[in-house]
């Protein structure tokens, strides 16, 4: 089992930035690709970011590309996910993944972010 725990959530205006964390126990974090996917109010879950276990690659929605980046670091067992120039479109509930071969995925709670034009 890997439990996530997403944090740094808040309401910003259009333009602003956010970084939002997920902290991850349980299994060996090094080991897992993890993401970032969004749920806006009455629309399905979407992807948004993933960064694989070797961190160099990353990968990206167009939605956000170029205004978001996703890093990780192993020695923290965390996932990052800086967000800027925020627009109102962004505004969702923010839920952090972790998966990889032969496993089921795994989710954290979830953390709101909203945006005011």
């Known amino acids: 089992q890997v439990q996530l725990v997403e944090s740094g959530g808040g309401l910003v205006q259009a333009g602003g930035s956010l970084r939002l964390s997920c902290t991850a126990s349980?299994?060996?974090?090094?080991?897992?690709?993890m993401g970032w996917f969004r749920q806006a109010p009455g629309k399905e879950r979407e992807f948004v970011a993933a960064v694989a276990q070797i961190s160099t690659i990353t990968l990206y929605s167009d939605s956000v590309k170029g205004r978001f980046t996703i890093s990780r670091d192993n020695a923290k067992n965390t996932v990052y996910l800086q967000m800027n120039s925020l627009k109102p479109e962004d505004t969702a509930v923010y839920y952090c993944?972790?998966?990889?071969?032969?496993?089921?995925?795994?989710w954290g709670q979830g953390t709101q972010v909203g945006v005011s034009s």
């Open positions: 349980g299994r060996t974090f090094s080991e897992y690709d």
């Open positions: 993944n972790a998966n990889r071969s032969g496993e089921g995925a795994y």
